[in-house]
């Protein structure tokens, strides 16, 4: 495709984190002139629980990336899951859709790596560039970026036919053309904290925490949910959630509730000792279940955490702001192949045609999920008596994750698939 004179790219990415890159990496795979956008410069680090589940995975597979034990990821079988006095391991389903493993990494290696890849596949990368908001045309179309670059803050306009807000849950760059956040769909917050721990380092599952206490407290019930991962280097990432559904929601010492649960966890795991901590507890918070529509309007296309698209069953975000990068991509190279026009946004319609059929109805049932288990005496009873039957929680564990075959399966992945099909879409 020749490039106009007056356009730097074919797509301008908005940020270079897992969704941007994926976006860009498949985009310049196929030929296109793109230009991804990093306001900060890697290696950089982001807050995140580190855990990436089989989705993910089939994500990097797809990218061509290595995911072996050699080239730095530390692999686990599937979920731990701690509550109502029992623990239960669950391996990942065996499914022909995706991988068997999940992995851990973190943000600071991950999303560099990402980065690397589609720098790789041709995306010029420009880092230390602030994008601080859109260029329009007489119609109001998105037809570029104003940015400041460098340290000297150095103002540059930047134009392409298309750009694509991969810019996080700050989502500064949709913002700017008044897509706010819906406040009808799930929020949550999270924080985490590495702590040097040989104990757990090297854990091949992902821990879940669905009861967390403090000993300070005699015991003390807290609200929200933890993890503790492994990371195969010395450390773990320890964190915790709390939703939007829960009366604790902003009205809670998030960190301090940390070191609070940290107080009843074994002694032989350091995790009271502020001399194993590696680094400060940090905090983000987790835009769920399309909080922020519509995905495409006038020439920008929202992208993973920016459009809202956390998993609102279990926090989990990479996956999705890497598959809807990848669809993004693929509508987004059909859709330069038409004529500017009708045409061409025709074929732009589709990305989010697409994106509430493939998640609408699951992100649904995702919705009605957080209500219920915001409900402290709810998630009490379901883990009470759904802990000691080991087939429910295989149930549960497909469901959390999203982990089912679309066609055949087992009577398992029919149900989920079913409810998901039947449930209204978002």
């Known amino acids: 495709m020749k490039e106009p004179a007056d356009r730097d790219a074919d797509v301008i990415v908005v940020g270079a984190g897992p969704g941007g890159s994926t976006t860009?990496?498949?985009?310049?795979s196929h030929g296109l002139n793109v230009l991804l956008l990093e306001k900060t410069e890697f290696p950089r680090e982001k807050v995140c629980g580190d855990g990436l589940t089989p989705r993910a995975v089939k994500q990097l597979i797809?990218?061509?990336?290595?995911?072996?034990?050699?080239?730095?990821?530390?692999?686990?079988?599937?979920?731990?899951?701690?509550?109502?006095?029992?623990?239960?391991?669950?391996?990942?389903?065996?499914?022909?859709?995706?991988?068997?493993?999940?992995?851990?990494?973190?943000?600071?290696?991950?999303?560099?790596?990402?980065?690397?890849?589609?720098?790789?596949?041709g995306a010029v990368l420009r880092t230390n560039t602030n994008v601080t908001g859109p260029v329009l045309d007489a119609a109001?179309?998105?037809?570029?970026?104003e940015a400041l670059v460098g340290r000297g803050k150095e103002p540059v306009t930047y134009r392409a036919p298309l750009v694509v807000s991969a810019d996080g849950v700050s989502a500064r760059f949709p913002l700017a053309l008044g897509i706010a956040k819906r406040e009808d769909r799930p929020m949550g917050v999270a924080v985490r904290r590495y702590y040097r721990c040989a104990a757990k380092a090297n854990d091949d599952y992902l821990e879940s925490w669905l009861e967390l206490r403090s000993k300070e407290s005699d015991g003390k019930l807290l609200p929200g949910y933890?993890?503790?991962?492994?990371?195969?280097?010395?450390?773990?990432?320890?964190?915790?959630?709390?939703?939007?559904?829960?009366?604790a929601y902003q009205k809670t010492n998030y960190r301090q509730m940390l070191l609070d649960w940290m107080s009843s966890t074994p002694e032989e795991w350091g995790l009271t000792d502020e001399s194993n901590a590696d680094g400060g507890i940090q905090g983000a918070a987790l835009p769920m279940g399309f909080n922020r529509t519509p995905h495409y309007t006038r020439g920008l296309l929202l992208v993973g955490d920016s459009g809202g698209m956390?998993?609102?069953?279990?926090?989990?975000?990479?996956?999705?702001?890497?598959?809807?990068?990848?669809?993004a991509a693929e509508v987004m190279i059909q859709a330069l192949a038409r004529a500017e026009g009708p045409e061409r946004e025709r074929a732009l319609s589709a990305y989010p045609t697409e994106l509430k059929a493939r998640y609408g109805g699951y992100y649904r049932l995702g919705g009605v999920f957080v209500k219920m288990i915001g409900n402290p005496q709810v998630m009490k009873l379901a883990t009470k008596h759904g802990m000691p039957h080991p087939t429910l929680m295989r149930f549960v564990l497909k469901l959390l994750a999203n982990l089912t075959d679309p066609r055949g399966g087992d009577a398992m992945d029919r149900v989920i698939n079913g409810l998901s099909r039947l449930a209204p879409a978002v």
Not at 24 to 28: K, Y
Not at 315 to 323: H, K
């Open 62 to 121: 797809n990218m061509g990336i290595d995911t072996s034990p050699e080239a730095g990821w530390l692999r686990n079988k599937g979920l731990r899951v701690i509550g109502g006095g029992v623990r239960l391991e669950l391996d990942w389903p065996d499914l022909a859709s995706f991988p068997d493993y999940g992995l851990t990494r973190t943000r600071l290696d991950f999303d560099d790596l990402l980065a690397k890849r589609a720098v790789e596949a």
């Open 310 to 327: 956390v998993n609102p069953f279990n926090g989990e975000g990479i996956a999705y702001a890497m598959e809807s990068g990848e669809l």
């Open 140 to 145: 109001g179309r998105v037809v570029g970026v």
């Open 24 to 28: 860009a990496f498949h985009l310049a």
């Open 226 to 247: 933890g993890w503790i991962f492994g990371m195969g280097d010395g450390r773990i990432n320890v964190g915790l959630g709390v939703l939007n559904s829960s009366k």
